[in-house]
């Protein structure tokens, strides 16, 4: 029964129907949760008795830095699900997730640094975790620049998704020692961008702006999946009804 | 009002990294759009091609 | 413009023939390709060397871009030797694949019946014996010339020639997912640095507490985990990139 489900999802009519259908029940609750988180975090929370106002970066910064992991794994996930099961549409996922990740990796590395100017004195500091980010950064551009060097679309999804495995098995790795890197040679005050505990009033608004944030990967990834699987069906008979317009 | 955009003398750091933020999820939201009407427009034209040669 | 040595159809054919024929195990025919490649890299010698060339370039940069000072650049010493070596090795990874590639050998590699995984170990395995082990061995004289003290050499050699293995390794994944890409140095270069900064964390640091006279065993642990880690998985995923290379 299940396995039916999944051969399904590896249809590329049958995506194409779903995600069309399924994108406003990711896009509508998405905006909801972020316009509230919005509110909730510039207006309702109190400002940080350390950081003043200045904290309310987090609710901008944490999502992105958040969306970047995430949709990497994903990525992965999907990516790696292409290459065993051989399954098009997964590597069609893929593809269609690495702008976004990239794009939200950036918006992390920007927003750490905008934070770290007011909070630490400079802009970049090699602290762990932005420069975790920056080497993510570098793995989504080799992920998408291996993908545009190689012209055979079935072998660049095949190539990638390799290099997808092997990345994702790699973050952990860099993480740890770019943690440890950085323990070594840490200056006596450290300031983190993690706040320890929060009140609800400053939590909720967090949670909002993560879930919202993940539910708008979802949507945007399913507007991009059915761009991918359409460009990649070149002849098939199905295309003819779903494009009429 | 004024306190709020003020944001506490943090303004110049929590406004761009806002507005940066939005732009990236507008940015996101366009080009996929955008990517997803090309495709169509693409199909309708290699159908059409097709559709005319044969 | 061919400058192969018309031995390599020969070194190719006895080896597929001894292992596809004969019921090799693999590590027999892995130790086979070990040996094919150590036999034909020493054909041409000269390209040995260039590696090693440039990591004594590279590391001469560094006092001409920064001080002839000796006490100042023993404290960028560590930096300079593993960044150095990290670029070395990338300009290296060139000779892994691609005469292989070129002349059809690792297409009957992988047609052989014969664990691919295995053969690309093999190959890594030389690979790091011929310009890996070389460079742990250069990098005491170049520490040296950046005012190491004597005492650390055991710790540089120790902790380059580990990292290299490491290094090799995850060389060997990129070399493989770039195969039959032209021109792809700068993409090889922007696939393997990130996967290799681990490396150079734990390495530089292993060999900054050797010139400081510390104990440096805990982070030349951390390299030999990394090492061990890239020897059960780099030669699978390269193994997988060949493959789809070649379908």
Redesign the interface.
């Known amino acids: 029964m299940a396995w039916t489900w999944f051969h399904r999802l590896g249809s590329p009519p049958y995506i194409y129907a779903l995600a069309g259908r399924l994108t406003p029940w990711f896009a509508w609750p998405a905006g909801a949760l972020i316009v509230g988180g919005l509110y909730g975090g510039l207006v309702l929370a109190p400002p940080d008795w350390q950081q003043g106002d200045g904290f309310r970066i987090i609710y901008v910064h944490a999502p992105s830095a958040w969306m970047s992991l995430m949709v990497y794994t994903t990525m992965a996930v999907a990516a790696g699900t292409g290459l065993i099961w051989r399954m098009k549409v997964a590597h069609a996922v893929a593809a269609s997730c690495a702008p976004i990740g990239a794009s939200f990796t950036f918006a992390a590395l920007v927003t750490g640094a905008l934070w770290g100017q007011p909070m630490w004195g400079t802009y970049w500091e090699w602290d762990p975790r932005l420069t975790s980010e920056l080497i993510l950064l570098f793995l989504y551009l080799g992920y998408m620049g291996l993908r545009s060097a190689i012209e055979d679309v079935q072998r660049a999804d095949r190539m990638s998704a390799v290099l997808a495995v092997v990345g994702v098995v790699n973050v952990p790795i860099i993480h740890y020692s770019v943690t440890w890197w950085n323990s070594l040679h840490q200056a006596p005050s450290v300031m983190k961008l993690a706040k320890p505990t929060m009140p609800p009033s400053m939590l909720i608004p967090l949670l909002m702006m993560l879930l919202g944030f993940t539910l708008f990967f979802f949507a945007v990834l399913l507007v991009r999946l059915r761009a991918e699987v359409l460009s990649r069906e070149r002849s098939a008979t199905w295309i003819r009804e779903a494009v009429s317009p | 009002m004024k306190e ?1 955009l003020d ?4 303004a110049g ?2 406004w ?3 507005g ?2 939005l732009v ?2 507008v ?3 366009v ?3 955008r ?2 009407a ?3 427009e ?3 034209r ?2 059409a091609m ?1 559709g005319g040669a044969t | 413009m061919s400058e192969y040595p018309g031995d390599t159809e020969g070194a190719t054919a006895a080896l597929v023939s001894a292992v596809s024929t004969s019921s090799a195990s693999p590590l027999d025919a892995a130790r086979l390709a070990l040996s094919r490649d150590l036999r034909l890299a020493f054909r041409k010698r000269g390209q040995l060397v260039q590696p090693l060339v440039f990591f004594a370039i590279v590391t001469t940069l560094f006092p001409l871009a920064i001080t002839p000072e000796l006490s100042r650049l023993r404290d960028v010493a560590p930096g300079v030797l593993w960044v150095a070596a990290l670029l070395s090795s990338l300009l290296a990874l060139e000779f892994l694949f691609r005469d292989d590639a070129y002349d059809g050998t690792l297409e009957q590699y992988a047609l052989s019946g014969q664990s691919l995984t295995w053969l690309l170990f093999a190959k890594t395995a030389a690979h790091w014996l011929l310009t890996g082990l070389p460079l742990a061995l250069m990098a005491p004289l170049a520490g040296m010339s950046l005012g190491v003290p004597a005492a650390a050499v055991p710790g540089i050699v120790a902790s380059v020639a580990v990292g290299s293995v490491a290094l090799s390794l995850i060389g060997a994944v990129g070399a493989a997912l770039t195969l039959g890409i032209k021109r792809s140095g700068a993409l090889l270069s922007l696939l393997t640095l990130p996967l290799a900064m681990p490396v150079l964390i734990f390495g530089a640091r292993a060999t900054e507490l050797a010139i400081k006279g510390g104990g440096y065993a805990a982070p030349l642990q951390l390299l030999g985990a990394l090492a061990v880690l890239g020897v059960t998985l780099a030669p699978l995923a390269a193994a997988a990139a060949v493959r789809i290379n070649l379908e």
């Not at chain 2, 944001?7 to 943090?10: K, Q, T, V």
Request: aromatic letters at 16%; glycine letters at 6%.
């Open positions: 709020f944001m506490g003398g943090y750091y929590v761009p990294s806002y940066l933020t990236i999820v940015l996101n939201i080009w996929a759009r990517l997803l090309r495709s169509r693409e199909a309708r290699r159908l097709r």
